[in-house]
């Protein structure tokens, strides 16, 4: 199993700064990596995908970087409804997971 | 637009079989552009990715889930459930079903909102 661990658990900011958060793999999983936005009470909400690539609708401020076992997603520009948890995903192989999450609060 | 709604039964007892069904609108299950599958989220803790269904049929499951999993496909409903047997209250989680989208990578790009299985003694 491909472990994922995010740093940090908790991230405190203010709206207009800038966030970066990381996501480790265990092992080199090239660029097959997902980073998803959760609110409370909404669904999660894909943001990047293949490590650098913005989903449909997902504002220029967010961007991911990385590949092989060390990433990171970067919000230039904190806005209010950036504060959630964010989560990291693999899909080198079919056996996805997740990493625990980064809570970004204010 | 595609929408996605989980429904079933959010109580159950240890030993029973969950069973959701995540009803699909905007889009046709059949398509060969996606996949389907489900993540949960167990109260207080991260996501856990559940199983994925390949449009060609074929099904890969987390394996800490020891075969627990089926995944029936009605597409004449345009629906995909989820039948997870031998519960325990580690099954105990919001499960949302997901779209897998072949067309921008490989990835749960479109999900539900979610319902809560709560699994008790």
């Known amino acids: 199993e491909i472990v994922l661990t995010q740093s940090p658990a908790t991230l405190s900011l203010s709206p207009g700064e800038r966030a970066t958060l990381s996501c480790r793999a265990s092992q080199d999983i090239g660029d097959y990596l997902g980073w998803y936005q959760h609110r409370p009470g909404q669904a999660p909400r894909l943001l990047i995908f293949?490590?650098?690539n913005r989903a449909t609708g997902i504002p220029g401020r967010f961007s991911g970087s990385g590949s092989g076992t060390h990433f990171t997603l970067t919000i230039s520009s904190l806005e209010p409804e950036d504060f959630a948890v964010y989560y990291c995903q693999q899909r080198r192989n079919w056996l996805w997971t997740f990493g625990q999450g980064t809570r970004l609060e204010i | 637009q595609l929408h996605l709604l989980e429904s079933g039964p959010v109580i159950l007892k240890t030993s029973e079989t969950l069973s959701l069904t995540c009803n699909v609108s905007?889009?046709?299950?059949?398509?060969?552009?996606?996949?389907w599958g489900w993540v949960r989220q167990p109260p207080g803790k991260g996501l856990e990715w559940v199983a994925t269904?390949?449009?060609?049929?074929?099904?890969y499951d987390n394996p800490s889930l020891e075969s627990r999993v089926v995944i029936p496909v009605d597409t004449s409903k345009n629906q995909f459930s989820l039948q997870l047997s031998s519960v325990t209250a580690a099954d105990t989680a919001i499960y949302y079903c997901v779209r897998v989208n072949l067309l921008r990578g490989v990835w749960p790009d479109s999900w539900g909102q979610g319902v809560l299985v709560t699994v008790s003694s």
């Open positions: 905007g889009v046709s299950i059949t398509s060969g552009h996606f996949h």
């Open positions: 269904l390949v449009y060609n049929g074929k099904r």
């Open positions: 293949d490590a650098s």
